[in-house]
């Protein structure tokens, strides 16, 4: 799934000088070709009309508006606050799971051995 906010996130992180510097391949007319790609092949959901305030990391919020827009069964990440959201026991944590109560958040290398298992 995809949508505008974490497309722009996408761009934003693949164009960030520090990560171009360490990637050089990543120019930023291969980044936009990707981009292009991305919502050709995937399910873009406009508008998002879900709203999830998660304090801990505002950032992340646009990820799971997008899963709850969705309903995404999975959330790939190795992003430790997001990784937690499942069994944590503060606020948002219970948000999370009234709003996704079907969903797994796991790391990319666990979804594909699950996948594949």
Do not use: C
């Amino acid at each position: 799934m995809l949508s505008k906010p974490v497309q722009q996130e996408y761009r934003y992180i693949l164009t960030d000088p520090n990560i171009v510097d360490r990637y050089p391949q990543l120019e930023a007319r291969k980044v936009e070709v990707a981009l292009a790609r991305l919502s050709f092949v995937s399910d873009v959901i406009r508008p998002i009309k879900a709203r999830f305030v998660y304090f801990r990391d505002p950032k992340d919020a646009k990820l799971i508006e997008l899963a709850i827009g969705g309903d995404a069964t999975h959330l790939l990440t190795y992003d430790s606050d997001l990784l937690d959201l499942p069994a944590g026991h503060d606020e948002a944590s219970k948000r999370f799971r009234q709003r996704l109560p079907n969903i797994e958040v796991l790391k990319p290398e666990e979804f594909l051995n699950w996948f594949d298992a």
